[in-house]
């Protein structure tokens, strides 16, 4: 399996000018621990995670180096740590430097990435754009759907293309948030992972991957938020 059978598609993301506050709320709201930062061109030009907040709000107490480390360390280093341990945007606080795959890397690769890099999760990046995520979630998602069975290359072809008119169809669902929502199609059977606001929005995602031409079954892995004020 590769990277564009298991990520979640479209990303959420949020703008380099996104307060930090707003940051926060994005990732609590949505449950997840990273979030892509994207400029006006739609570009990836960082990542801002859980770990960038949290030592954002170490620096709070305003615990400082001891003195003859500050001397060894560079003056651009220091001045980068301030804005990003007092700074109130995404640009302030991101990670500049991004760890990417590609849409066809395989998920045995994504795992030693996440696992050599300590991260939890990774941009999927297709001809310098943005196309989806994949978190140590969406993995187990994978393992789930495909239990070491190796479809012949007619079968993944066609899930393959299932996929892709699956995301098409998700994506007029009103009210449902994909970033939120992890789909992974294994011989016809679509698999459906993520959480949703209501009942409602449950079964119009299944009725709507039902719906898909080639699909022989959907399997509901749903779960409704508990999130104040998410009926509807």
């Avoid at 000018?17 to 709201?29: I, K, M, N, R, S």
């Avoid at 999927?124 to 994978?142: T, W, Y």
Wanted: net charge neutral; glycine share 6%; no cysteine.
């Amino acid at each position: 399996m590769q990277a564009r059978d298991v990520m979640t598609s479209p990303p959420i993301t949020v703008a380099p000018d996104t307060p930090v506050a707003e940051v926060a709320t994005v990732l609590l709201e949505n449950r997840i621990s990273a979030v892509p930062v994207l400029d006006a061109a739609g570009r990836m030009v960082g990542i801002v995670s859980e770990g960038d907040l949290l030592r954002r709000a170490d620096a709070q107490t305003e615990r400082r180096r001891p003195q003859w480390l500050e001397l060894l360390l560079d003056r651009n280093v220091t001045a980068a740590d301030f804005v990003k341990t007092h700074g109130n945007l995404a640009r302030d606080v991101m990670t500049g430097d991004v760890v990417t795959v590609s849409p066809d890397t395989e998920l045995a690769e994504i795992a030693s990435v996440l696992e050599r890099r300590r991260i939890k999760r990774v941009p999927v990046v297709d001809r310098g754009k943005l196309v989806g995520i994949v978190s140590r979630a969406n993995l187990l998602h994978g393992l789930v759907a495909h239990p070491q069975v190796v479809l012949p290359d007619d079968v993944q072809e066609r899930d393959a293309q299932i996929r892709s008119r699956l995301d098409e169809i998700l994506r007029q669902v009103p009210g449902v948030n994909l970033g939120r929502i992890n789909t992974v199609v294994k011989d016809g059977a679509v698999f459906l992972w993520g959480t949703v606001k209501s009942e409602n929005q449950r079964r119009a995602l299944t009725v709507a991957a039902e719906s898909v031409p080639g699909v022989v079954r959907v399997e509901d892995k749903l779960y409704h938020d508990r999130f104040p004020g998410s009926a509807g």
